[in-house]
Every structure is written in structure tokens, then in C-alpha cells.
């Protein structure tokens, strides 16, 4: 896991985060790492991780909205599977955040630099 520390609205941190290829099994693999006062959540609150390529945040071609549970701000590590197949080559990245789908224009949480994510990695298909 790599250290991250991007603290986000109502203090929920992203502490640490990892991605890798599987490119055997053409699968990204995430892990991420929250901390965080756990009563600043509604209850609806979800985590986003988009693909997209590397410079194009208006380009997503995979995601995943997992919700963010009381849970996840415990420490504990939680794993996630994207699929790869069918992806055209190049370069992408992955970019993670905190939204709430039952708000208004579903906003999302913005981090301690006044950004709406955080790339937390990026890779190559060959």
C-alpha cells in the first residue's frame, strides 16, 4: 500500500491505496485504506474509482461506486476487481473520490486542495 493522507470534506481520509494489473486474469485490482469519524456519514455516501486515460478526467471507461460504510473508516483494507478486457492500449489511471448520490446534483466531497479526486495510480496496456 502507498501512503496517500488526502483528507476529504467532513474529514474522511484516504490513507493509504494501491493499484496492480492482473494482467493474466485482465483484471485491476484496488485496495483502499479510509479513516475517519464515521458520524459524519448520512448512510448513502459512496467511494467512486474510475479508469480513464491518463489527462482526460472528462473520459471514464471503467468505474466501480462501492458505498462508503461506518466500516471502511475503521482502518481495514478493502479490495476491489475491475475488469480490463476489452480496453484499448495505452495508459490510464485511476482516480478515487466521495459523492452522495441522494444529494442534489449528487456533489462531490472535495479534498484539502480544493480537487473533487484523487489519482491513485496509473498503468500501461501494452
Known sequence: ??????????????????????????LLEVALQWSGDASVLRGSEKVFIHVGPVGRRDRTVRQQDPILTRGDLDGSVRLFGISLAGLELGEYEVRVGIYDPELPEMLRWRTQDSDDLCVIGTFRLP
Request: net charge positive; hydrophobic share 50%.
Open 1 to 26: 500500500m502507498l501512503p496517500f493522507n488526502v483528507t476529504y470534506s467532513n474529514a474522511v481520509t484516504l490513507r493509504n491505496a494501491n493499484v496492480f494489473v492482473n494482467r493474466n486474469a485482465a
